[in-house]
């Protein structure tokens, strides 16, 4: 195996120069671990000489749906406790009579489901947590489910409410216990941070409530409205905790290492789900840009400036963190640098 190390140091060390983000990162590895690692650039332009460290804390932002949604979701479809072609009415109560009855959790997984695009969670529904779920499990759908692939939150925070009908338990609780306590992911948890563990987390966005950087708050709306934990957002990690995880989703860890998912759900997700429909996706997972069905790497973002890739055909794995929210919501600067990082750890 591979890898142009130099070359990815370049790469991510112009996008400190070019200010897409503070620091960043990386890894590249397989089923066996880590092969190639590196940091760039600072924590904090505030604190420029304290550097971006492999241990860093990243918010993670929309990897949440993988590591605690798409994981658990898994986790209870390996377990007979759910059927992803059964409409959810028939399994669920909160949702039997209304739209979402009739929709299925592969919809919600393929993002086909029809349920609205935005969350606009506290506009809709207010403040309280049981009237947002309430409302959300409630919502009209936006168009007829299987008609069109459009990426929305809400798929997300649909699948974490049934996780926790399914399991009995909230999410932050089954995510670690059938997830990442079991892969040894022992810094993975959902925020606000406690003290000690947000002094080494990459700040993120500006607060204008306060006047500083978000920094071991989710940056998310959705996730801060719901007490940091959501299916869309609210998750912290580190590179070694992502690391853990794809190993395992390409079989890489012995028998003591065991999530509640297995490689079962892995194959099934890292296939195209679609149909014939554009763009195409697996469950959660999509194919990431620029590649060829033939490559087979799939990728997940997360918008603070994360990024995961895998692929079972090549057996490799990489993960790139970022706080680029801290100069920018503009996308095009890291989706460039991203996918350069993709062709140079995959070719």
Not at 134 to 150: N, T
Not at 202 to 223: I, M, N, R, Y
Not at 260 to 286: C, D, N
Request: proline share 6%; with cysteine.
């Amino acid at each position: 195996m591979t890898y142009r190390t130099d070359r990815i140091e370049q790469l991510l060390s112009e996008g400190v120069r070019d200010k897409v983000y503070p620091g960043a990162v990386w890894a590249v590895g397989d089923a066996a671990g880590t092969h190639v690692h590196g940091t760039t650039g600072v924590l904090d332009p505030e604190q420029p000489d304290v550097p971006m460290r492999p241990d860093t804390v990243f918010d993670a932002a929309s990897l949440t749906k993988i590591l605690a949604v798409w994981s658990s979701i898994g986790s209870l479809w390996e377990e007979g406790k759910l059927d992803l072609d059964s409409p959810l009415g028939t399994i669920w109560p909160e949702v039997e009579g209304h739209a979402l009855g009739s929709v299925t959790a592969r919809q919600l997984l393929t993002h086909t489901a029809g349920v609205p695009l935005r969350a606009q969670l506290k506009n809709l529904y207010g403040t309280d947590p049981q009237d947002i779920r309430d409302g959300v499990l409630r919502e009209a759908l936006h168009r007829q489910p299987g008609e069109a692939v459009e990426y929305t939150d809400r798929a997300a925070l649909i699948l974490g409410y049934l996780a926790e009908h399914l399991s009995g338990q909230r999410l932050d609780q089954l995510a670690t216990e059938r997830i990442w306590q079991p892969l040894g992911m022992n810094t993975t948890r959902f925020g606000p941070l406690p003290s000690e563990i947000a002094a080494r987390c990459a700040p993120t966005e500006l607060d204008q409530d306060t006047g500083t950087h978000l920094k071991g708050v989710a940056h998310d709306f959705s996730a801060r409205l719901l007490g940091g934990v959501c299916g869309i957002a609210g998750a912290f990690t580190i590179l070694d905790d992502l690391a853990a995880f794809l190993r395992y989703m390409l079989g890489g860890t012995s028998a003591s290492e065991q999530a509640g998912f297995g490689t079962t759900w892995a194959t099934e997700s890292l296939t195209i789900q679609t149909g014939e429909l554009e763009p195409v996706r697996g469950l959660f997972w999509h194919p990431a840009p620029g590649t060829q069905p033939t490559q087979d790497v799939w990728v997940h973002y997360g918008f603070t400036g994360t990024g995961m890739w895998i692929s079972p055909d090549q057996g490799r794995w990489a993960a790139l963190l970022t706080n680029k929210l801290y100069y920018t919501r503009d996308r095009q600067p890291l989706t460039e640098i991203r996918n350069a990082f993709r062709e140079l750890a995959f070719g």
